[in-house]
T-cell receptor, first 111, second 117 residues
Framework: QKEVEQDPGPLSVPEGAIVSLNCTYS??????FMWYRQYSRKGPELLMY????GNKEDGRFTAQVDKSSKYISLFIRDSQPSDSATYLC???????????FGKGTLLTVNP | EAQVTQNPRYLITVTGKKLTVTCSQN?????MSWYRQDPGLGLRQIYY???????DKGDVPEGYKVSRKEKRNFPLILESPSPNQTSLYFC????????????????FGNGTRLTVT
Protein backbone atom coordinates (compact mmCIF):
# COMPACT_ATOMS: atom_id res chain seq x y z
CA GLN A 1 0.00 0.00 0.00
CA LYS A 2 1.37 3.39 -0.98
CA GLU A 3 1.87 5.85 1.87
CA VAL A 4 -0.35 8.50 0.32
CA GLU A 5 -3.16 7.72 -2.11
CA GLN A 6 -4.87 10.42 -4.11
CA ASP A 7 -7.41 10.11 -6.89
CA PRO A 8 -5.69 11.65 -9.94
CA GLY A 9 -8.95 12.74 -11.55
CA PRO A 10 -9.19 14.66 -13.77
CA LEU A 11 -12.03 16.57 -12.18
CA SER A 12 -14.05 19.09 -14.17
CA VAL A 13 -16.65 21.33 -12.50
CA PRO A 14 -18.64 24.45 -13.43
CA GLU A 15 -17.75 27.79 -11.94
CA GLY A 16 -19.30 28.25 -8.51
CA ALA A 17 -19.36 24.56 -7.64
CA ILE A 18 -18.10 23.13 -4.36
CA VAL A 19 -15.06 20.97 -4.97
CA SER A 20 -13.93 18.12 -2.75
CA LEU A 21 -10.43 16.70 -3.11
CA ASN A 22 -9.35 13.73 -1.02
CA CYS A 23 -6.35 11.73 0.08
CA THR A 24 -5.82 8.72 2.28
CA TYR A 25 -2.60 7.82 4.02
CA SER A 26 -1.26 4.74 5.74
CA UNK A 27 1.54 5.99 8.00
CA UNK A 28 0.29 6.75 11.50
CA UNK A 29 3.46 8.79 12.14
CA UNK A 30 2.26 11.54 9.83
CA UNK A 31 1.61 14.65 11.88
CA UNK A 32 1.63 17.50 9.40
CA PHE A 33 -0.79 17.66 6.50
CA MET A 34 -0.50 20.04 3.61
CA TRP A 35 -2.09 20.85 0.31
CA TYR A 36 0.05 22.21 -2.48
CA ARG A 37 -1.34 23.77 -5.65
CA GLN A 38 0.49 23.49 -8.95
CA TYR A 39 -0.41 25.59 -11.94
CA SER A 40 0.57 24.45 -15.39
CA ARG A 41 4.30 24.97 -16.09
CA LYS A 42 4.93 26.05 -12.50
CA GLY A 43 6.27 24.47 -9.36
CA PRO A 44 3.93 23.52 -6.50
CA GLU A 45 3.17 26.14 -3.88
CA LEU A 46 1.80 25.65 -0.38
CA LEU A 47 -1.93 26.31 -0.20
CA MET A 48 -3.08 24.92 3.15
CA TYR A 49 -1.38 23.44 6.18
CA UNK A 50 -2.77 21.73 9.25
CA UNK A 51 -1.23 19.92 12.17
CA UNK A 52 -4.12 18.21 13.89
CA UNK A 53 -7.44 16.61 13.22
CA GLY A 54 -10.35 18.89 12.43
CA ASN A 55 -10.98 21.71 10.01
CA LYS A 56 -8.91 24.69 9.00
CA GLU A 57 -10.43 27.42 6.91
CA ASP A 58 -8.76 30.06 4.75
CA GLY A 59 -11.12 32.07 2.60
CA ARG A 60 -12.83 29.73 0.14
CA PHE A 61 -10.59 26.82 1.12
CA THR A 62 -11.12 24.35 3.97
CA ALA A 63 -8.67 21.60 4.87
CA GLN A 64 -10.06 18.71 6.88
CA VAL A 65 -8.08 15.96 8.61
CA ASP A 66 -9.48 12.81 10.19
CA LYS A 67 -6.58 10.98 11.80
CA SER A 68 -8.75 8.12 13.00
CA SER A 69 -9.57 7.14 9.43
CA LYS A 70 -6.34 8.56 7.93
CA TYR A 71 -8.30 10.72 5.55
CA ILE A 72 -7.59 14.29 4.47
CA SER A 73 -9.74 16.56 2.34
CA LEU A 74 -9.62 19.94 0.69
CA PHE A 75 -12.88 21.75 -0.01
CA ILE A 76 -13.10 24.69 -2.37
CA ARG A 77 -16.25 26.81 -2.15
CA ASP A 78 -17.49 28.99 -4.99
CA SER A 79 -14.82 27.58 -7.29
CA GLN A 80 -13.31 29.93 -9.87
CA PRO A 81 -11.56 29.30 -13.20
CA SER A 82 -8.38 30.55 -11.51
CA ASP A 83 -8.60 27.51 -9.22
CA SER A 84 -7.85 25.27 -12.21
CA ALA A 85 -4.64 23.50 -11.25
CA THR A 86 -3.25 20.25 -9.93
CA TYR A 87 -3.72 19.83 -6.19
CA LEU A 88 -1.25 17.67 -4.28
CA CYS A 89 -1.71 16.47 -0.74
CA UNK A 90 1.46 16.07 1.28
CA UNK A 91 2.13 14.52 4.63
CA UNK A 92 5.07 14.59 6.97
CA UNK A 93 5.80 12.81 10.21
CA UNK A 94 8.62 11.71 12.42
CA UNK A 95 11.96 13.42 12.86
CA UNK A 96 13.09 13.55 9.24
CA UNK A 97 12.38 16.32 6.81
CA UNK A 98 10.78 14.26 4.11
CA UNK A 99 7.43 15.17 2.65
CA UNK A 100 5.42 12.38 1.09
CA PHE A 101 3.26 13.62 -1.76
CA GLY A 102 0.14 12.22 -3.32
CA LYS A 103 0.09 11.95 -7.09
CA GLY A 104 -2.08 15.04 -7.47
CA THR A 105 -5.59 15.70 -8.74
CA LEU A 106 -6.04 17.80 -11.87
CA LEU A 107 -8.96 20.21 -11.41
CA THR A 108 -10.57 22.26 -14.17
CA VAL A 109 -13.18 24.90 -13.30
CA ASN A 110 -15.17 25.84 -16.37
CA PRO A 111 -16.56 29.40 -16.70
CA GLU B 1 11.99 38.53 -4.66
CA ALA B 2 12.37 35.25 -2.77
CA GLN B 3 12.75 32.47 -5.26
CA VAL B 4 14.26 29.18 -6.33
CA THR B 5 15.82 29.42 -9.77
CA GLN B 6 16.45 26.40 -11.94
CA ASN B 7 18.28 26.33 -15.24
CA PRO B 8 17.68 25.39 -17.92
CA ARG B 9 13.86 25.25 -18.16
CA TYR B 10 14.01 22.86 -21.09
CA LEU B 11 16.77 20.46 -22.07
CA ILE B 12 16.99 17.85 -24.79
CA THR B 13 20.03 15.61 -24.77
CA VAL B 14 21.26 12.22 -25.92
CA THR B 15 21.95 9.08 -23.95
CA GLY B 16 25.26 9.16 -22.12
CA LYS B 17 26.03 12.85 -22.44
CA LYS B 18 26.71 14.26 -18.96
CA LEU B 19 24.56 17.17 -17.91
CA THR B 20 24.01 19.44 -14.93
CA VAL B 21 20.82 21.18 -13.90
CA THR B 22 21.51 24.14 -11.67
CA CYS B 23 19.44 25.27 -8.71
CA SER B 24 19.91 28.41 -6.67
CA GLN B 25 17.86 29.94 -3.86
CA ASN B 26 18.11 33.42 -2.39
CA UNK B 27 16.32 32.79 0.92
CA UNK B 28 19.30 31.52 2.96
CA UNK B 29 17.54 28.17 3.35
CA UNK B 30 19.38 25.25 4.91
CA UNK B 31 17.29 22.51 3.35
CA MET B 32 17.27 21.82 -0.40
CA SER B 33 15.89 18.93 -2.37
CA TRP B 34 15.43 17.57 -5.88
CA TYR B 35 12.25 15.90 -7.12
CA ARG B 36 11.17 14.37 -10.35
CA GLN B 37 7.55 14.44 -11.45
CA ASP B 38 6.17 11.80 -13.81
CA PRO B 39 2.59 11.15 -14.97
CA GLY B 40 0.96 8.53 -12.79
CA LEU B 41 3.87 8.54 -10.33
CA GLY B 42 3.66 12.02 -8.85
CA LEU B 43 6.53 13.81 -7.15
CA ARG B 44 9.39 11.59 -6.03
CA GLN B 45 12.39 12.77 -4.09
CA ILE B 46 15.81 12.17 -5.65
CA TYR B 47 18.26 13.70 -3.18
CA TYR B 48 18.12 16.20 -0.39
CA UNK B 49 20.54 18.29 1.63
CA UNK B 50 20.13 19.45 5.19
CA UNK B 51 22.97 21.96 4.92
CA UNK B 52 26.31 22.64 3.22
CA UNK B 53 28.30 19.46 2.59
CA UNK B 54 25.41 17.30 3.91
CA UNK B 55 23.46 15.33 1.31
CA ASP B 56 21.39 12.17 1.43
CA LYS B 57 19.48 9.91 -0.89
CA GLY B 58 15.78 10.22 -1.42
CA ASP B 59 13.49 7.61 -2.91
CA VAL B 60 14.91 7.45 -6.45
CA PRO B 61 18.63 8.41 -6.34
CA GLU B 62 19.94 5.94 -8.93
CA GLY B 63 21.63 7.66 -11.86
CA TYR B 64 21.89 11.04 -10.15
CA LYS B 65 24.51 12.94 -8.18
CA VAL B 66 24.30 16.14 -6.21
CA SER B 67 26.67 18.44 -4.37
CA ARG B 68 26.20 21.21 -1.82
CA LYS B 69 29.35 23.28 -1.66
CA GLU B 70 27.51 26.53 -1.02
CA LYS B 71 24.33 27.15 0.88
CA ARG B 72 22.50 28.74 -2.04
CA ASN B 73 23.34 26.20 -4.76
CA PHE B 74 22.34 22.58 -5.18
CA PRO B 75 23.12 21.26 -8.69
CA LEU B 76 21.74 17.97 -9.99
CA ILE B 77 24.20 15.96 -12.08
CA LEU B 78 23.36 13.19 -14.51
CA GLU B 79 26.66 11.52 -15.34
CA SER B 80 25.25 9.26 -18.06
CA PRO B 81 21.63 10.14 -18.78
CA SER B 82 19.29 7.45 -20.03
CA PRO B 83 15.81 7.69 -21.60
CA ASN B 84 14.15 6.62 -18.33
CA GLN B 85 15.41 9.87 -16.81
CA THR B 86 13.18 11.83 -19.15
CA SER B 87 11.06 13.75 -16.67
CA LEU B 88 10.09 17.08 -15.14
CA TYR B 89 12.53 18.01 -12.40
CA PHE B 90 11.93 20.36 -9.49
CA CYS B 91 14.33 21.86 -7.01
CA UNK B 92 12.91 22.98 -3.67
CA UNK B 93 14.20 24.67 -0.54
CA UNK B 94 13.02 25.37 2.98
CA UNK B 95 14.17 26.81 6.22
CA UNK B 96 14.67 24.02 8.74
CA UNK B 97 13.48 26.19 11.60
CA UNK B 98 9.93 25.06 12.26
CA UNK B 99 10.13 22.95 9.16
CA UNK B 100 6.82 21.85 7.80
CA UNK B 101 4.96 24.67 9.44
CA UNK B 102 2.94 27.17 7.51
CA UNK B 103 5.75 29.69 7.94
CA UNK B 104 8.36 27.32 6.57
CA UNK B 105 6.95 25.56 3.53
CA UNK B 106 8.87 24.04 0.66
CA UNK B 107 9.56 26.63 -2.03
CA PHE B 108 9.76 25.10 -5.49
CA GLY B 109 11.43 26.27 -8.65
CA ASN B 110 9.49 26.30 -11.91
CA GLY B 111 10.91 23.05 -13.13
CA THR B 112 13.28 21.69 -15.77
CA ARG B 113 11.79 19.52 -18.46
CA LEU B 114 14.45 17.03 -19.52
CA THR B 115 14.20 14.78 -22.56
CA VAL B 116 16.84 12.09 -23.10
CA THR B 117 16.80 10.46 -26.54
Amino acid sequence: QKEVEQDPGPLSVPEGAIVSLNCTYSNSAFQYFMWYRQYSRKGPELLMYTYSSGNKEDGRFTAQVDKSSKYISLFIRDSQPSDSATYLCANRGGSNYKLTFGKGTLLTVNP
Amino acid sequence: EAQVTQNPRYLITVTGKKLTVTCSQNMNHEYMSWYRQDPGLGLRQIYYSMNVEVTDKGDVPEGYKVSRKEKRNFPLILESPSPNQTSLYFCASSSTAGWGSYNSPLHFGNGTRLTVT
